[in-house]
């Protein structure tokens, strides 16, 4: 696992954080690694000052650009499906805020993530040096067409509602890879899970999902 970065000392948010993970372990999250991630990422960092105060409240959040930072729980539940363990590859499409890029990379070995509106990786970029992460890069572009660089990926995250399932990630996904996609129109989607198994592919609905529109070449028209 990545080394990680919060100086104990100074870290006023830490009362709050601790909070934050009683709420979702007692909304059902048990995966300890996922609660270890949130326990030690800090989420003030990645909001604007404007509503620095509510950072830790289990709830979505305005980050710019009509874009928000996803609720806390439905990230987790999220986090718990890919089952990471440490040693793996992540392809995350939708930086936002960067702060669910933060939480996989307290999860996995490297973080590939690909955001379109550009002053928002930016300050992904900027909030993601500040808490030290260090393990994760992010690149400005069409999240769609995936990262083919550094493809394949042990698991896909896509944290925008899509149409379908954009062929290019199904192609960087390795062969035994999780992608995790919610699907269906604008405003509801369903959170599915696609499993790999070389050329066969299984898909779980895990139940409904809002996220913001996934714009791009395989998503929705900008
Ligand atoms: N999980 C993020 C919130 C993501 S909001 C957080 O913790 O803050 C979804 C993001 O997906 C938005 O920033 C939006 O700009 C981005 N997005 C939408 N379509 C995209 C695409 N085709 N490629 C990359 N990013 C996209």
């Known amino acids: ?17 601790a909070r934050l993970v009683e709420t979702l372990r007692a909304q059902g999250i048990r995966d300890l690694a996922v609660l270890k991630a949130f326990a030690e990422t800090p989420r003030h960092l990645f909001v604007p000052a404007a509503v620095r105060h509510r950072a830790y409240d289990d709830t979505a959040l305005p980050i710019g650009n009509g874009q928000t930072i996803s609720q806390p729980f439905t990230q987790a539940r999220y986090l718990e499906a890919l089952r990471l363990r440490g040693r793996e590859r992540v392809l ?14 307290a ?15 930016l300050a992904a970029q900027q909030a993601l040096r500040a808490a030290g992460v260090a393990n994760v890069s992010v690149l400005v572009g069409d999240g769609t067409l995936g990262w083919s660089a550094y493809a394949p990926y ?14 290019p990630l199904v192609e960087q996904l390795a062969l035994t890879g999780r992608l995790l996609v919610p699907l269906g129109k ?11 198994d070389g050329a066969t592919l299984r898909r779980t609905p895990l139940g409904g999902a809002r996220f913001v529109p996934l714009l791009g070449e395989h998503g929705f028209d900008a």
Request: charged letters at 20%; proline letters at 6%.
């Open 154 to 167: 042990d698991a896909i995250v896509v944290a925008a509602g899509g149409p379908e399932i954009p062929p």
């Open 92 to 105: 995350e499409i939708g930086t936002g805020s960067g702060y669910q890029t933060a939480l996989l990379g």
């Open 1 to 17: 696992m990545a080394g990680r970065r919060l100086s104990p000392a100074g870290d006023s948010y830490a009362g709050y954080r």
């Open 107 to 121: 999860l996995a070995d490297q973080v590939f993530s690909v955001e379109r509106v550009r002053s928002l990786a």
């Open 186 to 196: 604008r405003g509801a989607q369903t959170l599915t899970l696609v499993e790999r």
